[in-house]
């Protein structure tokens, strides 16, 4: 009993030490980020940035284990989804950003991941028993899986939106056309790399949908499955769409939009509704 009262506090304690650190320097990388002039400016602030993914993803393995808790099992909620979510887009664009400066994006996506790390430690989920189905693990990873490929595809859908807009709005020979004319990132492959994050983000929440119709003794229509249904529904329907009517600019982004959405409310949003106003018990 001691030791696991012991075994408790020091998980807490790192807990709070690792999102405490992740949150601050994600918040410094903000700043440095706003006053970034170039490639080189990225580049000062690419150790710190790692070091808060990395403070962000101890953080959620000390959270989502539920080591030293009372009851055995995982520790989940809408928080640590969002939180995971946001670490994922964060780690793709890491990747990314060794070809392609993105100095606005690295200023977002710090703030949002010192938030969501905040966020994840204030609410930290209930613990979960040790699942019933050797699947259900797997349906809970390709479910977290298909959450960061759909919020890197609607981070490059932004950025394509962005892009569109300013060749639109600014003439020729105006002081910023020239920097308008030359986005970071080649309009045709922008486009090209959202639209396979999405193709591969429906891939993983078409399984993961599968999986838990599978080995769940008794599937209903609750609200978090009829949204996570009707977004595969939209998601797919973008890509039929995309490829027999050739969609493209904003109706296809409309599209993303609207179908990431409904999966953003399908899980977090059902979760938050439980753990925070409702304060019921979670569900499998």
Not at 115 to 123: D, T
Not at 157 to 174: C, D, F, I, Q, T
């Amino acid at each position: 009993m001691i030791l696991s009262i012991a075994s408790s506090g020091a998980a807490n304690w790192v807990l709070a030490g690792a999102s405490l650190l992740a949150a601050l320097a994600y918040g410094w990388v903000a700043v440095r980020a706003s006053k970034a002039t170039g490639a080189q400016g990225l580049a000062d602030s690419a150790g710190l940035l790692l070091l808060a993914w990395g403070a962000h993803l101890l953080a959620l393995l000390v959270d989502v284990s539920g080591v030293g808790q009372a009851v055995s099992g995982t520790r989940f909620g809408f928080a640590p989804a969002l939180s995971t979510t946001v670490w994922l887009v964060l780690a793709v664009y890491m990747v990314e950003s060794r070809f392609v400066p993105l100095p606005g994006v690295r200023r977002v996506l710090a703030l949002m991941s010192a938030a969501a790390v905040l966020l994840a430690f204030a609410f930290p989920g209930e613990s979960r028993p040790l699942a019933g189905s050797p699947w259900a693990p797997l349906h809970w990873l390709l479910g977290l899986a298909s959450y960061g490929l759909f919020g890197v595809a609607v981070l490059h859908a932004a950025m394509l939106n962005r892009a569109e807009r300013m060749m639109r709005v600014l003439k020729p020979g105006s002081p910023n056309a020239s920097a308008a004319a030359q986005p970071l990132m080649p309009l045709l492959r922008l486009e090209r790399l959202t639209f396979q994050f999405v193709g591969a983000g429906v891939a993983a929440l078409s399984i993961a949908i599968l999986l838990g119709w599978w080995f769940t003794p008794h599937w209903h229509w609750d609200h978090k499955n009829f949204l996570a249904v009707l977004g595969w529904l939209v998601l797919t329907g973008l890509l039929t769409g995309r490829k027999v009517f050739g969609w493209r600019g904003r109706r296809a982004t409309r599209w993303l939009y609207f179908g990431a959405l409904l999966l953003l409310l399908s899980y977090a949003g059902s979760r938050f509704v439980l753990e925070v106003i409702l304060q019921r018990p979670l569900a499998a």
